[in-house]
C-alpha cells in the first residue's frame, strides 16, 4: 500500500525521556509501511526530564525528525496545537508520546484514509490501566458533553487520529486560545469515520493530565462548545423567583390575615444558604465564559518556541 503522498506525525512529549528511543523505533516501523515520505514533529512541552537530548539525539541522525522546544509547560493541547502550525504533509497524524497509543495501527488509519475520509479517529475499546475514577468521570464528561452540543463529539475517543491536510488547514483558522481539539475536529465535520482498538497501558512514567488539566479541559470543552450553561442558570434564577414571590405572598399574608409570628430559623438558613450556593455557582458559570472572552481579547501568542531544528521557526 506503499503511496508517494507525505505524511507527519505529531506527538507531544511531557517527561517521556525512558521511552522515546522506542517510540521512534516503532513509529519509523509502522509509517515506513505505508510511505518514505514522512516528517516526524516532536513537541517538547517543556519537559523536566532528560526528554529534549533523547529527541536532540534522534534528530542529529534523522532528517526527517523536527522538533519543538516549548520555553514553560503550555500542556497537551497547545503542543499539538503547535504542531499542527508546522506540518507539511497531505495528512497528519496526532499520537500520544507515552506509547499508549499504539504506533501499529497508523497504517489501519490510513487505509481508512485512502478510502476518502478527512478524520480517521482511533476509538478506544478497551483501556488497560487507567483508574476506574478516570474512566468512570471520562464517561459521565463525554456524555454531558453530547447533550450540550448540536453536533457529534465521538465517544471513548483521545486526540490520536490522522486528518487530511484540509482539516488542518481549517483548525489554523480557529483561533481559540483555550483549546479542546477533539470537538473542534468535530465541529468541523468532513468525511468522519473511526478505527477500533485497545489501549495499552503507560510503559513509562505517569500521567501529565492531574486532575485539575483534566477539569480544566472539561470546562473548556463545555465553554467552547455550548452556551447551554448560561441557559441553565438563567433558567435556574428565573425558577427559583418565580418560587420566592409565592413565599412572599405567603409571608405578607401570614403576617397581616393569619397574625402569625413566624419563627422560622431554620426556613431562614436553608434559604439563604440555598440562594448563596446557586448564586456563586451561577457567578462562577458566568466567570468562566467571561475568563475565555479575556483571554481571546488578550490575544497572546499561544505558547513560546525556545529551541527548534524547523527553519521557518528559527528565521
Ligand atoms: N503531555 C504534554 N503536556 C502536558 C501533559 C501531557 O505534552 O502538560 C503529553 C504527554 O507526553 C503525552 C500526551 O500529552 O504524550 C498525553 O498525556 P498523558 O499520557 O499524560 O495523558 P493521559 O493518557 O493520562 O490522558
Ligand atoms: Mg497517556
Redo the contacts with the bound molecule.
Keep these: 500500500m506503499k503511496t508517494s503522498k507525505k505524511l507527519s506525525v505529531i506527538?507531544?512529549?511531557?517527561?517521556?525521556s525512558g521511552i522515546i528511543d522506542l517510540l521512534y523505533e516503532r513509529l519509523v516501523n509502522s509509517v515506513t509501511k505505508i510511505t518514505n515520505d514522512y516528517e516526524f514533529i516532536f513537541?517538547n512541552?517543556c519537559s523536566k526530564d532528560d526528554s529534549i537530548q533523547k529527541i536532540f539525539a534522534i534528530a542529529a541522525k534523522d532528517e526527517k525528525v523536527h522538533y519543538l522546544s516549548f520555553s514553560r509547560?503550555?500542556?497537551?493541547q497547545i503542543?499539538v496545537t503547535a504542531g499542527l502550525n508546522h506540518v507539511s504533509g497531505d495528512c497528519t497524524v496526532i499520537i500520544?508520546?507515552?506509547l499508549?497509543d499504539p504506533p501499529e495501527l497508523i497504517p489501519e488509519l490510513y487505509l481508512k484514509y485512502q478510502e476518502g475520509f478527512d478524520v480517521v479517529y482511533a476509538k478506544r475499546e478497551q483501556r488497560k490501566g487507567?483508574t476506574i475514577l478516570?474512566k468512570l468521570t471520562s464517561k459521565i464528561f463525554y456524555r454531558i458533553l453530547r447533550k450540550l452540543t448540536s453536533f457529534e463529539i465521538p465517544l471513548d475517543t483521545?486526540d490520536f487520529r490522522l486528518i487530511d491536510k484540509k482539516v488542518v488547514q481549517a483548525l489554523k483558522s480557529m483561533p481559540e486560545q483555550n483549546k479542546f481539539l477533539r470537538g473542534q475536529i468535530a465541529w468541523l465535520g468532513f468525511k468522519q469515520t473511526h478505527v477500533l482498538f485497545n489501549r495499552d497501558e503507560?510503559q513509562y512514567g505517569k500521567?501529565?493530565?492531574s486532575y485539575s488539566?483534566m477539569f480544566q479541559l472539561a470546562i473548556d470543552a463545555v465553554t467552547s462548545f455550548s452556551d447551554k450553561p448560561l441557559a441553565l442558570v438563567s433558567r435556574l434564577g428565573f425558577i427559583i423567583s418565580v418560587f420566592s414571590f409565592f413565599i412572599i405572598l405567603y409571608t405578607i399574608f401570614a403576617h397581616f390575615v393569619l397574625k402569625e409570628t413566624v419563627t422560622g430559623w431554620s426556613s431562614l438558613i436553608i434559604s439563604s444558604m440555598f440562594i448563596g450556593g446557586i448564586q456563586l455557582f451561577s457567578i462562577g458559570i458566568i466567570g468562566e465564559y467571561i475568563s475565555r472572552i479575556n483571554k481571546n481579547v488578550i490575544d497572546r501568542p499561544l505558547y513560546i518556541i525556545a529551541d527548534s531544528n524547523i527553519d521557518s521557526v528559527n528565521k
Design positions: 506527538i507531544p512529549i511531557y517527561n517521556e513537541v512541552d509547560n503550555f500542556g497537551h503542543a500520544d508520546g507515552d499508549q487507567e478516570k483521545g503507560r500521567s501529565g493530565y488539566k
